[in-house]
């Protein structure tokens, strides 16, 4: 066979039918991997990301499959004493790592970038200008200002004695 061609089916399903054969599962049957190789083969499996195409496939497989009460029992009792981080704190050097990670300018574009827009959980679809509109700007604002002659329309009130430019909702209160 070429380098880069495809098995023929027949070829595919005899190769399946030698990897499943009761011959090849029997071989460990009632054995189990030694500590040596099982840190082998974590190790050889660390740092492997799935493909989003392999994660689709696993969920396909997976789906509709339903587990027995008894695995789920055992599952249930396997769980028992296992409260991951309950109670649990962090070492003030890893409390400097993490603050330190999180001051880096990189670290904070991404969150940033991670809630904007429609991303924020306050985000309610666009409506924050709603009560004035997005053309309600300073410019507009100063240009009402300058109309009014930097005086409040209510007091007459010119500007240069506040502390603060002039609010310019005075002129009919509606937004």
Known sequence: MEKGSNHTPKALEKMRQRKWSKATRAKMQGKSHSAETRAKMSASHSGKTLTPEHRENIRKALLGHKISPETRAKIGKAALGHTRRLGMKHTPETIAQISAT????ENRA?????KLGSNNPAWQGGISREPYGWEWDEPLRESIRKYDGYKCRVCGVPQMECDVALNVHHINYAK
């Open 110 to 114: 991404k969150a940033r970038a991670k």
């Open 102 to 105: 999180k001051l880096q300018p």
